[in-house]
């Protein structure tokens, strides 16, 4: 029966700290590819980990809420923390916030302060480096109709 309390106990930790941990590690700048690659798959670990046991707790039909309430969370971090590492320049919050900005200036009250639109965690090398802010192509990296072969 102990063996049981041990193995919920993981399960809840593991739920509960893996999308911290990926947001975190989604955080982490890197310089080398190298540092890229180790820091991709530690990340992905703790994502997979995290989905994992969040939909374990979501799919058991007899479990009580509280551990639902886990599993959702769980989830709902890890996408976070993967929409972080791998689309740093797609933010929800931003266009949301344009919104309510463009609202509260008509109506004379005090702006939300908006994030300046930097790419924090853009790698060096891999095709990311390649890609422009609007989203076309130089034609000069083989890519797009003024690069192809």
């Not at 799919?59 to 969370?73: K, N």
């Not at 976070?80 to 949301?96: K, M, N």
């Not at 009250?109 to 090398?125: D, G, L, Q, S, Y």
Request: with cysteine; charged share 15%; glycine share 10%.
């Amino acid at each position: 029966m102990e063996s049981l309390v041990v193995l919920v106990t993981i399960l809840f930790t593991i739920a509960i700290i893996s999308g911290p941990i990926a947001i975190a590690i989604a955080r982490i700048r890197t310089q080398t590819a190298l540092g890229l690659m180790f820091k991709r798959i530690l990340h992905g670990i703790f994502i997979l980990m995290g989905t994992m046991v969040g939909g374990q707790w979501i799919l058991i039909p007899s479990l009580p809420l509280f551990p639902r309430i886990v599993g959702v969370s769980s989830i709902c971090l890890c996408y976070i923390g993967s929409r972080d590492e791998y689309f740093p320049q797609f933010r929800v919050l931003s266009s949301i916030t344009k919104r309510i900005n463009s609202l509260l200036e008509r109506k004379g009250f005090k702006t939300i302060p908006v994030r300046n639109p930097i790419i924090e965690n853009k790698p060096a090398v891999g095709p990311v480096a390649k890609w422009r802010n609007s989203g076309r192509s130089s034609g000069k990296d083989g890519h797009g109709p003024g690069g192809q072969h």
